[in-house]
Structures are given as structure tokens and as C-alpha cells.
């Protein structure tokens, strides 16, 4: 596979699938997380494994996070 795959190359849709699982805000308000990524077809497991994380960890919503003042994360 190629290391940066296009849509011209053979690799591109190996790992079509992916989901992007939000966690928590930085101390800045910046948010993180992480993605799943798997093969083609295999969405509805993204999506179970995604329910699954907030189910055990909700997610904080943005809209609902404590204001950050502008000197955070210094």
C-alpha cells in the first residue's frame, strides 16, 4: 500500500471507514480524541464501538463546557 495513497492509487479505498470519537477538551477548549478506522463494510461496527465509548464515557459537549478564559493552557 502505497504510504500516501490517492484516489489514482491502489491502497486508496482500503480503509474507507472511520469515525471520529470525541473525548475531552484540552485545557484550552481545544477538543480531543481519536478515530476508528476500519474495512469497507464495516460501518455499523464503527458505530457500535463509538455508542459503546459514550456510553461509558459521556462525551462533554462543547456548548455545554465551562467558558475558557483567554489565558488557559499557558
Known amino acids: 500500500m502505497p504510504t ?14 472511520a469515525v471520529s470519537v470525541p473525548m475531552r477538551l484540552s485545557r484550552s477548549g ?3 480524541g481519536f478515530m476508528l478506522s476500519a474495512e469497507k463494510g464495516k460501518e455499523r461496527l464503527l458505530l457500535e ?5 459514550e456510553q461509558a464515557r459521556p462525551f462533554l459537549r462543547i456548548q455545554d463546557a465551562a467558558p475558557v478564559s483567554a489565558d488557559a493552557g499557558r
Open 4 to 17: 500516501n495513497p490517492s484516489p489514482e492509487s491502489e491502497g486508496w479505498s482500503y480503509w474507507p471507514t
Open 30 to 32: 481545544v477538543p480531543n
Open 49 to 53: 464501538l463509538a455508542y459503546e465509548i
